[in-house]
């Protein structure tokens, strides 16, 4: 009897134990919907912190956006639909990715364009180079000299 | 003569951009909200929380929307100013007391003098999301129609109520 009430007082504690050193929950059930706000808030910034993604700042604002984004999610959002709803409100800015359109066709091209001119520069420069090396005419003193040491050698 | 130049001008090109660059806040983030209708709200008074405030209620008159708290040291800058323009009586402002508690909101008023025509209470910062509110203070100037005209991010100071606050609020009166 006593055996039993030591096992069974053994089992307990090692329950007890068994939930303090369960893994620290997801802030929502549903795993779909904290995926979702994980994804989205590596996608957007933070505008206190600004070199930080929601999900990396612990800033208020961070926090309530983050809030905001699982209460979209549970509601069956899409990501399009949140993103938009917080660029609504915060402008382009709060992207990593910046959308293509007018204002932000430099910054897309802009690499690319001087890219491709110092290439052409490049191009052209040692296209000139060239030329300009190969077709120097030998002078009547230098063509002799240049004789002189071809006949050498044979 | 003319192949010296070139580089010298792409410098320049550089330099100047990076002096552009230079003087430019990155905390300042146009708002995709001027323009447009300043987003609705209905929240309770700070004096009363029985009562409530809407942005319908300042329909038909130009008015200033500000956002503040008993916490955000900046707002302190900006506040004699406010003060001093409520006195004018120039145009109304509507106080958005963000993230806050009741209690030290109004010992703020009562410490400092209250500009505010009304101030709404922003407690979890809902509203606050709705205007794009990532640094307070921020000021939204509101026309009659409701719609944002402006949005100052950071504090209020003398020369940027002097040169770019009340003349749009005159221009916005008497349209």
């Known amino acids: ?154 | 003569m003319k192949r010296a130049l070139l580089p010298l001008i792409i410098f320049l090109v550089v330099v100047g951009f990076l002096f552009v660059g230079l003087n430019l806040d990155p905390r300042e983030v146009p708002s995709p909200l001027v323009g447009k209708p300043a987003p609705a709200f209905s929240l309770p008074r700070l004096d009363n929380a029985d009562k409530m405030i809407s942005n319908k209620d300042m329909l038909g008159k130009v008015w200033l929307f500000n956002v503040w708290a008993s916490w955000c040291g900046a707002c302190r800058d900006e506040h004699h100013v406010l003060v001093a323009l409520s006195k004018s009586g120039v145009v109304p402002i509507y106080g958005l007391d963000y993230k806050d508690t009741r209690l030290d909101a109004l010992q703020w008023l009562a410490e400092r003098g209250n500009p505010y025509v009304a101030t709404a209470v922003d407690e979890n910062g809902r509203v606050g999301i709705d205007y794009g509110v990532y640094g307070v203070p921020e000021t939204y100037v509101i026309d009659k129609a409701g719609v944002i005209a402006y949005k100052q991010i950071g504090p209020i100071t003398e020369a940027v109520l002097r040169d770019k606050i009340l003349p749009l609020v005159k221009r916005l009166q008497i349209q």
């Open chain 1, 1 to 154: 009897m006593k055996l039993i009430f030591r096992v069974v007082t053994v089992c307990c504690l090692m329950l007890i134990a068994n939930a303090w050193a369960d893994e620290a929950r997801p802030l929502h059930d549903d795993v779909a919907v904290e995926a979702q706000v994980q994804r989205l808030s590596e996608e957007l910034r933070c505008l206190v912190c600004q070199n930080q993604t929601l999900a990396d700042s612990h800033s208020e604002l961070a926090e309530d956006l983050r809030q905001e984004i699982r209460v979209m999610a549970t509601k069956g959002m899409s990501d399009q639909q949140i993103t938009d709803y917080l660029v609504e409100r915060y402008g382009d800015f709060v992207r990593y990715r910046p959308p293509l359109k007018s204002t932000t066709l430099l910054l897309w091209f802009g690499p690319f364009a001087l890219l491709l001119g110092g290439g052409i520069g490049l191009f052209l420069m040692l296209r000139r180079r060239a030329k300009s090396a190969g077709n120097l005419p030998l002078s009547a003193d230098e063509a002799r000299k240049v004789n002189a040491l071809l006949n050498e050698e044979s």
